[in-house]
């Protein structure tokens, strides 16, 4: 399975922004899915999951300003992002939870005045 994320980009502090990604082939309806980041030196961490049932779970640091999503037909995944903060800024990334494929290229997010 190929893991593609997009969306990422340069937004001042408070900006929004929205990521997808894109799976090979859907593990929507087996699999609890996620997005992770990487900041710079630090370890990655999982931001937010969806399980097959849909319901979700969320980073502390994140509640009430990011939100996951899924498209099954399209085998996306989305992120929502509000009320960014620089401590956001880092590469995002999808894959299942655990991981299970292949990392492949995140999505650079950078959050700067």
């Known amino acids: 399975v190929q893991l593609q994320a997009s969306g990422g980009g340069l937004v001042q502090p408070g900006g929004s922004l929205r990521l997808s990604c894109t799976f090979s082939?859907?593990?929507?309806?087996?699999?609890?899915v996620a997005w992770y980041r990487q900041a710079p030196g630090k370890q990655r961490e999982v931001v937010a999951d969806?399980?097959?049932?849909?319901?979700?779970t969320y980073l502390d640091s994140v509640k009430g300003r990011f939100a996951i999503s899924s498209d099954s037909a399209k085998n996306t995944l989305f992120l929502q992002m509000n009320s960014l903060k620089p401590e956001d800024t880092a590469s995002y990334y999808c894959?299942?939870?655990?991981?299970?494929?292949?990392w492949g290229r995140g999505t650079l997010v950078t959050v700067s005045s």
């Open positions: 969806i399980k097959s049932d849909g319901s979700t």
């Open positions: 082939r859907s593990p929507f309806n087996i699999d609890t």
């Open positions: 894959n299942t939870l655990p991981p299970k494929y292949f």
